[in-house]
């Protein structure tokens, strides 16, 4: 089983609004990622966990806040966000970080930020 | 700085030929190369990949070319279905976390 699960499939929020995207997987994969991808562009790294702890962190405004509660589960807050915001946001895992283990992208949600 | 390129944006193939898809890369570093496959609304879906220590990979109607010495890449795809419509990333990593794609080739296979 290669499936990473996110959800909500699409969401829509105004720029005061609080949300948490989701994101789980159950292959015993313990990288995690967060991307970003705007329409007709490559995935854009936004953050990585190695064992639950956040490794990288891509420059990411603070409005973006992510959160690892177990080895299983990402979770993507998000505040005070501005129209820019709006893109695909993918979640990925792999058997560990680094060379070698292909990442496994989730079906990603549609965040639309008006 | 675009690290992985894909000069070709768009692919069009008759159904049951080859497709064959390019992708360059300038920096020395990078030692594993991955191929995704991506539709519309969905995330991209791992394809194949290869290690810098090989020079070909194959799985099943996919196969990866890598030429070490020009810093290119090419996947092939024999025969091509109409179900393997979709865009295509070529992707390296330099032992490292981090994935660096190229900008996408538009794959459509004709009936």
């Known amino acids: 089983d290669t499936e990473v699960t996110q959800t909500p499939k699409h969401l829509v929020m105004g720029m005061t609004n609080k949300k948490s995207l989701k994101c789980e997987q159950h292959?015993?994969?313990?990288?995690m990622y967060w991307y970003k991808q705007k329409a007709k562009k490559p995935p854009e790294l936004m953050f990585v966990?190695?064992?639950?702890?956040?490794?990288i962190n891509e420059s990411v405004p603070s409005r973006f806040s992510p959160e690892c509660p177990n080895s299983s589960l990402l979770n993507l807050h998000l505040h005070a966000l501005q129209p820019e915001d709006s893109a695909l946001y993918l979640c990925a895992s792999s058997t560990r970080r680094g060379q070698g283990h292909e990442q496994y992208f989730g079906p990603g949600t549609r965040l639309t930020v008006t | 700085d675009q690290q992985v390129k894909q000069n070709s944006p768009s692919l069009s193939v008759q159904e049951g030929r080859i497709s064959i898809l390019n992708c360059d890369y300038t920096?020395?570093?990078?030692?594993?190369f991955l191929w995704y496959k991506k539709y519309p609304a969905e995330g991209p879906t791992f394809l194949i990949s290869i290690s810098s220590i090989k020079d070909k990979n194959e799985d099943g109607r996919f196969t990866v070319f890598l030429n070490k010495s020009a810093k290119h890449l090419s996947l092939h795809i024999v025969p091509s279905q109409p179900g393997d419509s979709a865009v295509y990333f070529c992707?390296?990593?330099?032992?490292?976390?981090?994935?660096?794609f190229g900008a996408g080739t538009t794959v459509t296979v004709r009936a």
């Open positions: 992707a390296a990593s330099a032992n490292d976390y981090k994935l660096s």
């Open positions: 920096n020395s570093m990078f030692d594993y």
């Open positions: 292959m015993g994969h313990r990288a």
């Open positions: 966990y190695s064992y639950e702890k956040l490794s």
